[in-house]
């Protein structure tokens, strides 16, 4: 049966018949809530919960399942008796196999503070009758808001084995256990081991992670599995929930989804885009709960390498270490630890200073990756070699070395711990998971070798530096140590980034994570720029809690885009016969093309600078618009496009003009209508578009489209000879320009156009007016003198002649009156 069908399996156990081969029992107490456990039908099996011992007090079953990270589980849970006295409860029997067996469950206990100090059975896996591997349990002798777990070979045979890593648990939260009872060989090295809390991304594995703690101290049991027993301690409250029992690790953690390692399945494509445009690049992957990290190629990671103490850096074969031994090419082909055909990052030794090379970057979060292939030659004795995952200010957190004259690998988080790995000539792979609240899964694979997996907590601290050190004091090739292929966090780097052999101290290379638009298994370029990103690699980084993958490397290929540029608007008399263009094209094109017009190119449409010759009915309709397209540009890039307008229209003519203002005064002047009108050889309508404001000597001067009005309060002293301009247009954008003479008469002076001076003719005063035919004056009069004051009177329009008279009725005749004509 496969692993994804036994995983479906359980997780439809409620309703089962059977469990898989693997798997003895299973019971998620999805009872009704508030009946005992005892009585209770285990639906897989068929076997019923029974009463062990005589007690009469219970645990009964509680609605709403305990929860733990992706383990699978159902709605109910079991509340754990509180009482004093015997804690026997209550047993499930189930049809044994097999010699090692493992069992996992989740407790959450909420109170603690009278539970005993001494430890108590909590679970134990029963071999016919006898007391098996067995779960103990204790109050914290420090701290009453904490307790503590032990473990039994044989839980009725000697005391419980404990350890600090699976001490002072937290109440009120629940915690997952699994433990194992593996056989040895011999007698009495049976072994115990336990997980407490191992990391969603090691369920359901296929080979089960370094314990948190194990013993062989105690008996042996003879092994036949058939009953599990759960014993809830005196006097603490709490739940228990999700008992398995099976032959594997795989069958006791099963999650809701089962992680695997990252695995590539599509490779980010090679990609072609247009200069402005963007380019995206894509890969598939599997594994579960993946993140994805991008890099443009050879940005660096902004910090170079930096050296201190004895001995030096190179570049160069990692086969120089092991003696001539065998080579290893399981990982990445060329980019290989211990590869003949590819290069791997040296350090030497071999004086009383350790030999360090440390590189910073931008401090890593929960869920990323760090990894180092890592191949070590001899290790002096008492000597380290390895690396260490580093603070910004150099405190060690998670370290993972050889230390000389020991057998095995060992990893380091605060205490020094054994891998169970031994010597290794051909290189490791080694990968670092950070978890929340510094938690971390250490995955190593020896070249050739089975993956183990290693989980814990390290001390305070964000992960900011990398840090590879040789201790060996013995010098030679053989004591050398090479590292390769660092992933860390989305920050990577590989022996072939560089050149030479020489060191790699002060070298800034390899790549640094994209900062926008990433994250995600698809990425989106910035817009992009010819040649700047022409030929740009990208590739990138695919990780989970179970290691991190690197992608092969895309290269992206930028074409120039194409530019079009059809030349200015033309405006040309509808005389014409032919209109020359004046077209470009550039960028990514190599030509152009006309189109939209009914007339003919010449010589042809292909020639950007070519003759145009318009036909009577694009000359009737005044506009015409023709468009030019690039041609001869790389795909992706496309054709750009631009057009031209002809115009075809004969601009209309303007005319000087004049006018007379009284000082301080104002006057609007005709332009589109009188003697002085413009004129326009197509007949189009006119307007006055633009005036000179201020005039020449700072009147305010306006338009409404017909008239111009000119107004000097701003200027109340001026007087003589005032210009501006006004520009005309018509609706096909021909202009013409001219410019009005304005006469600023003084305030007091007389009239120069009277042709007959006042007469008293009937009781009225009559006179009479030269001026320009057509226009209309403005008269004034006085009754104090020649010179004025002024007042106003009429308008009147000169006739045909020019003349135009004055008569003043129904007015009192004056001793004597004067009169004035001031504005035409």
């Not at 939260?173 to 072994?191: A, N, R």
């Not at 015409?624 to 075809?648: E, K, N, R």
């Not at 209309?652 to 050889?681: E, W, Y």
Request: charged content about 10%; proline content about 5%; overall charge negative.
């Amino acid at each position: 049966m496969t692993t994804l069908l036994r995983h479906l399996v359980a997780l439809l156990l409620v309703t089962a018949t059977s469990l898989p081969a693997a798997t003895l029992l299973y019971d998620g107490f999805n009872y009704t809530a508030g009946q005992n456990l005892i009585g209770q039908v285990n639906p897989g099996n068929g076997n019923t919960w029974t009463l062990v011992g005589s007690d009469t007090t219970h645990s009964t079953i509680a609605s709403g399942g305990l929860t733990y990270a992706t383990l699978q589980q159902t709605a109910g849970r079991v509340q754990l008796a509180s009482f004093s006295g015997s804690t026997r409860d209550a047993g499930l029997a189930f049809t044994g196999s097999g010699t090692d067996i493992y069992c996992s469950f989740l407790l959450r206990l909420d109170d603690v503070a009278s539970m005993s100090t001494a430890f108590q059975s909590l679970t134990r896996v029963v071999v016919s009758g006898t007391a098996g591997i067995g779960v103990a349990i204790r109050r914290n002798s420090s701290d009453t808001t904490k307790f503590d777990l032990g473990i039994h070979k044989r839980a009725n045979t000697g005391a419980a084995v404990t350890d600090a890593r699976i001490q002072a648990l937290s109440t009120g939260t629940p915690h997952f256990i699994v433990v194992k009872y593996e056989s040895g060989p011999g007698t009495g090295d049976d072994l115990m081991k336990i997980w407490v809390n191992p990391p969603a991304g090691l369920l359901g594995i296929a080979t089960e992670p370094a314990a948190t703690f194990s013993s062989n101290t105690g008996t042996d049991t003879t092994v036949t599995w058939n009953s599990f027993e759960l014993y809830p301690p005196n006097q603490v409250t709490g739940f228990f929930d999700e008992v398995r029992v099976a032959t594997t690790w795989a069958e006791v953690t099963v999650p809701t989804v089962t992680q695997a390692t990252p695995a590539i399945t599509t490779q980010p494509a090679n990609q072609s885009a247009c200069s402005g445009g963007t380019a995206t690049f894509s890969v598939t992957a599997t594994g579960g709960s993946l993140g994805y990290s991008w890099a443009r190629r050879g940005t660096g990671w902004g910090n170079a390498w930096s050296f201190s103490g004895g001995g030096g850096l190179f570049r160069g074969s990692s086969t120089g270490n092991n003696f001539g031994g065998g080579t290893c090419n399981t990982f990445s082909s060329a980019l290989d630890i211990n590869s003949p055909s590819g290069n791997a990052l040296g350090m030497y030794c071999g004086s009383g200073t350790p030999a360090s090379a440390i590189r910073t970057f931008t401090a890593l979060t929960p869920g990323e990756v760090v990894g180092v292939d890592f191949d070590n030659g001899n290790v002096d004795t008492g000597k380290r070699v390895g690396f260490s995952l580093q603070t910004s200010s150099g405190t060690d957190l998670l370290q993972f070395y050889f230390l000389g004259g020991q057998a095995n690998y060992k990893y380091h988080d605060g205490t020094e711990r054994d891998t169970g790995i031994g010597f290794q000539r051909t290189g490791l792979r080694v990968r670092f998971v950070l978890g929340a609240n510094n938690t971390y899964t250490l995955i190593v694979t020896p070249c050739g070798g089975a993956t183990r997996h290693y989980f814990g907590s390290y001390p305070a601290g964000s992960v900011a530096r990398l840090r590879v050190f040789n201790e060996n004091t013995t010098g030679g090739s053989n004591n050398d140590i090479f590292v390769n292929n660092f992933l860390v966090g989305g920050y990577t780097d590989e022996a072939d980034n560089y050149t030479g052999s020489g060191s790699w101290a002060g070298s800034d290379v390899g790549d640094q994570p994209l900062t926008v638009g990433n994250g995600a298994g698809s990425y989106v370029t910035p817009t992009l720029a010819f040649p700047a990103d022409n030929g740009a690699q990208y590739r990138v980084l695919v990780f989970n809690g179970l290691g991190a993958l690197a992608s092969s490397t895309a290269t992206l290929t930028v074409n120039q885009a194409a530019t079009a540029n059809a030349g200015p608007d033309q405006t040309v008399l509808p005389t014409v016969t032919s209109v020359t263009l004046a077209g470009s094209a550039g960028g990514g094109a190599t030509g152009g093309t006309w189109s939209g017009g009914a007339g003919t190119f010449s010589p042809n449409a292909n020639t950007l600078t070519a003759s145009y010759t318009p036909t009577a009915g694009e000359k009737a309709a005044r506009t015409l618009t023709l468009t030019l397209s690039s041609t001869g540009q790389v795909s992706p890039c496309g054709p750009a496009t631009d057009t031209m307008t002809i115009t075809f229209n004969t601009p209309p003519v303007a005319n000087n003009r004049t006018g007379t203002v009284a000082q301080g005064g104002s006057a609007t002047l005709a332009i589109i209508g009188g003697k002085f009108a413009p004129t326009d050889a197509d007949g189009d309508s006119l307007t006055v578009s633009a005036v000179q404001h201020p005039s020449a000597n700072g009147a305010t001067v306006t338009t409404d489209g017909t008239n111009v009005t000119v107004n000097y309060a701003a200027v109340p002293g001026f007087t003589g000879a005032d210009t501006f301009t006004y520009t005309v247009s018509d609706a096909y954008g021909g202009t013409d320009t001219k410019t009005v003479t304005v006469t600023v008469t003084a305030g007091n002076a007389p009239s120069l156009n009277i042709v007959s001076p006042p007469q008293l003719v009937n009781n009225e005063f009559v006179v009479g007016f030269a001026g320009i035919p057509g226009y209309t004056y403005t008269v004034q009069d006085s009754t104090n003198s020649p010179t004025g004051p002024w007042s106003f009177l009429t308008n009147l329009t000169a006739g045909a002649n020019g003349l135009f008279q004055l008569v003043v009725t129904n007015d009192p005749p004056a001793a004597a009156r004067y009169f004035r004509t001031i504005v035409p």
